[in-house]
Each structure stands twice: as structure tokens, then as C-alpha cells.
Antibody, heavy 119, light 112 residues
Framework: QITLKESGPTLVKPTQTLTLTCTFS??????????VGWIRQPPGKALEWLAL???????RYSPSLKSRLTITKDTSKNQVVLTMTNMDPVDTATYYC???????????WGQGTLVTVSS | NFMLTQPHSVSESPGKTVTISCTGS????????VQWYQQRPGSAPTTVIY?????PSGVPDRFSGSIDSSSNSASLTISGLKTEDEADYYC???????????FGGGTKLTVL
């Protein structure tokens, strides 16, 4: 079965760079049509899509955050890494990674990891 | 930028039917698939509808999705409401002009 798990720091300071890793199993990012996306959710607020990478290394970013985000994949390790620069307290959120289909469906989600930005 | 607008909250009684709307800000919502996710407190979202009106296995047929091109909106309808349906519901689609995924602002469903 498909599983995903996010890992990374739980606390970062303002202006620092956040690096999150999504480690998955049950599928391969070398399979045509498959992708992994990142989504975040501030406490008590709505889901916000961040980025997505596909099997062919096609990458998509949220227009409002594009300058701060980088998404990469390591197919051999079954991992996808998201970096977000210049973190701010408003970036405090639960960060999720999810398996994506070519129709933009995010059909399997990790449990999420809460990242707090505070000095 | 393309946006999806949902009502902030809806409420209905058990056994009744509720419809949650998701309105596109521009273009045609029918141009790209709409998915619907259910999120219970403290949990990750799960898919209840994909590709406008398809149900994943395990999702009861009380959940249905539709597209109305005349109002440029998608709808999630839940019939025979149960208390377990109480959750936040998010619609999601794609901006094919600018190539990014869009979520609606979410709707809190209360079943009382």
C-alpha cells in the first residue's frame, strides 16, 4: 500500500531555511504519471498547495511562494525534498506531502508535520 | 490568479441532504477536474470525490459530485447525513493557464 511520511525540524527561526523530506513507499517516482506534492495548513486555517514534482522532473510551484520554494526528488531513495527560504512566523503550519496523479488528484497523504517558526 | 470560493460553513440535521458549492473565479471550472477532500480534526485530508464525480472505493454513495458550467461551480452533495460526516470539506482543481494547483477555502460541515 502507498504510504508517505514527512520529516524535518519542528522549530525554525525567522529568516532560516526550512528543509522537509517526504519518504514514501508503495510507488515509484520513476513511474509515468506519478508525482508528489506538498501542501501546508496553518493552525485553524485552510489547506494551501505549495509545490509538486512529477516522474519526469516536471515541477510546479505556488505563484505566491515560487521565489522561496525548491522541490527535488531522489528516486533511488524514494524521497522528495522541499526547501523554503526566509521563514517567517506566518509560515507556521502543518506541512503535508501527498501522492499525486496526472489529473492533479492528491490521493494519498502523509500524517503531516507541524513546523513552528519562532525566535 | 484562479481561485475557488466555498461557503465558510453549512449545517444540517442527520438524515437530510446538504450541498457544498465551489465557485471558480475565472475561466471554465469544467476545463479541469475538481476533487473534494474531507478532513476531520487532527487528521490528514482524504478524497471523497475525484474527477468531478467519481467516488474512491470505500466512499459511500451518499457522496456525489457535479459540475454546473452555467454558474462555473462544482458541488459536493451528501445525502442521508450522519454525524460522522461532520468535517471540513475542500474542493481542489488546477489553473491550466498558470500551471498550479488550487484549493478552495474549505467548508465546515456541522451535522446537528
Amino acid at each position: 500500500q502507498i504510504t508517505l511520511k514527512e520529516s524535518g525540524p519542528t522549530l525554525v527561526k525567522p529568516t532560516q531555511t526550512l528543509t522537509l523530506t517526504c519518504t514514501f513507499s508503495g510507488f515509484s517516482l520513476s513511474t509515468s504519471g506519478v508525482g508528489v506534492g506538498w501542501i501546508r495548513q496553518p493552525p485553524g486555517k485552510a489547506l494551501e498547495w505549495l509545490a509538486l514534482i512529477y516522474w519526469d522532473d516536471d515541477k510546479r510551484y505556488s505563484p505566491s511562494l515560487k521565489s522561496r520554494l525548491t522541490i527535488t526528488k531522489d528516486t533511488s531513495k524514494n524521497q522528495v525534498v522541499l526547501t523554503m527560504t526566509n521563514m517567517d512566523p506566518v509560515d507556521t503550519a502543518t506541512y503535508y506531502c501527498a501522492h499525486a496523479e496526472v489529473n492533479w488528484l492528491l490521493d494519498y497523504w502523509g500524517q503531516g508535520t507541524l513546523v513552528t517558526v519562532s525566535s | 490568479n484562479f481561485m475557488l470560493t466555498q461557503p465558510h460553513s453549512v449545517s444540517e440535521s442527520p438524515g437530510k441532504t446538504v450541498t457544498i458549492s465551489c465557485t471558480g473565479s475565472s475561466g471554465s471550472i469544467a476545463s479541469n477536474y475538481v476533487q473534494w477532500y474531507q478532513q476531520r480534526p487532527g487528521s490528514a485530508p482524504t478524497t471523497v470525490i475525484y474527477e468531478d464525480n467519481q467516488r474512491p472505493s470505500g466512499v459511500p454513495d451518499r457522496f456525489s459530485g457535479s459540475i454546473d458550467s452555467s454558474s462555473n461551480s462544482a458541488s459536493l452533495t451528501i445525502s442521508g447525513l450522519k454525524t460522522e460526516d461532520e468535517a471540513d470539506y475542500y474542493c481542489q482543481s488546477y489553473d491550466s493557464s498558470n500551471h498550479y494547483v488550487v484549493f478552495g477555502g474549505g467548508t465546515k460541515l456541522t451535522v446537528l
